[in-house]
């Protein structure tokens, strides 16, 4: 099997306040995670991809020091909104790399009021 | 010109007819190739994975072109199940994976 959880399901916050996003590999071990954003009706576009142990490497565009990548363990991969704006809502989705195949989480659906 | 492009559709077709979707990649260098199937507000889900040979797990077909660059799915037997959002993707030997837009299918009883 290749399960992976992703904890909250959805969340709504207020702006200007930080939002963490945990990602995890249930049945596998992965070394490189992977964040999406998705908004509606769009594809889903990644981020930064998360390897364990190291930095994150992130997408063109996308703010390092808004969006905190921590990848601690062989299992799970945090993302951390800081200051989070309206714009910033969106659905969260990370996947884990099994081989050459990717697992998807079930995603974050984020609300910024 | 995006990295993966695909017809967002929609397609709509009866149930039981055969639907195909097409997608074309412009990076030479990829690597490995997948459809994925993405209900509306859920996450993507494997699909199947593309192989040069061709594949087939089911009623589902997946080809891959190198020389045109161009991967595509075949649905035979539509059912009303199969109504979904269809993402090809495609990722290089960094593993980062490039969807396209997807294409959306509504079978229709």
């Known amino acids: 099997g290749a399960v992976v959880s992703q904890h909250p399901s959805w969340v709504i916050c207020k702006s200007g306040t930080s939002v963490k996003i945990e990602c995890r590999s249930l049945d596998f071990q992965a070394t490189t995670m992977f964040w999406y954003r998705q908004f509606p009706k769009q594809s889903l576009m990644l981020m930064a991809t998360?390897?364990?142990?190291?930095?994150?490497?992130?997408e063109q565009g996308v703010e390092k020091d808004k969006f905190l990548i921590n990848h601690a363990s062989l299992t799970l991969s945090t993302l951390t909104v800081t200051s989070a704006h309206p714009e910033d809502s969106s659905f969260y989705i990370c996947?884990?790399?099994?081989?050459?195949?990717?697992?998807f989480g079930p995603g974050t659906r984020l609300t910024v009021t | 010109r995006k990295e993966v492009e695909q017809d967002p559709g929609p397609f709509n077709v009866p149930e039981g007819a055969t639907v195909a979707f097409n997608c074309t990649y412009s990076n030479s260098a990829s690597q490995s190739f997948f459809w994925y199937r993405q209900d509306c507000r859920k996450e993507p889900k494997l699909l199947m994975s593309v192989y040069s040979s061709g594949n087939e797990d089911g009623r589902f077909t997946a080809q891959l072109n190198r020389a045109s660059q161009y991967i595509s799915l075949l649905i035979r037997d539509s059912k009303l199940s199969d109504s979904a959002t269809y993402l090809c993707?495609?990722?290089?030997?960094?593993?980062?994976?490039?969807f396209g837009q997807g294409t959306t299918l509504q079978v229709k009883p």
């Open positions: 993707a495609v990722s290089s030997n960094t593993g980062k994976l490039i």
């Open positions: 998360s390897n364990e142990g190291s930095k994150a490497t992130y």
């Open positions: 996947s884990a790399r099994k081989g050459w195949e990717q697992y």
